[in-house]
Structure formats: C-alpha cells, structure tokens
C-alpha cells in the first residue's frame, strides 16, 4: 500500500460515521465504471480473515464495557 493510501485512510478513520458512510458509497460508485480483475481466493481468504478478526474484538470490546 503506498503511503498515499495510507494517508487516505487514516484520514477515513478519523470521520464521524455518518461522512464514512457518505464517502464509502461514493466510492462504490465510481468503482463500478473500473475495469476490476475478480478477487484472487488469496485476496478473499485474507479479507475474510481480517474481517472475522476485527468482528472479534469489537465483540470482545463490546462484553468488556
């Protein structure tokens, strides 16, 4: 990832909800006109993966508070 996306999405990170959603369905948008290669299985493997372990500690935070 270079560091402009990465830049990109701290500065994601630090809007309120309501701009997140905003700006992700924009974004899902103007890539639909993208000519995007499918997913490897790695691809899928990996995000499923980092998305169960992010499900996991809010769960995990949700039970501390």
């Known amino acids: 990832m270079t560091p402009s996306v990465q830049q990109m999405l701290h500065s994601f990170d630090l809007l309120p909800e309501a701009d997140k959603r905003e700006l992700a369905l924009e974004i899902l948008r103007r890539t639909l006109s993208l000519d995007l290669p499918p997913p490897s299985d790695e691809e899928l493997v990996l995000n ?5 372990l992010e499900l ?3 769960e995990a935070h949700d039970e501390q508070s």
């Not at 499923?48 to 169960?52: G, T, V």
Request: net charge neutral.
């Open 56 to 58: 996991d500690r809010r």
């Open 48 to 52: 499923a993966e980092a998305l169960f």
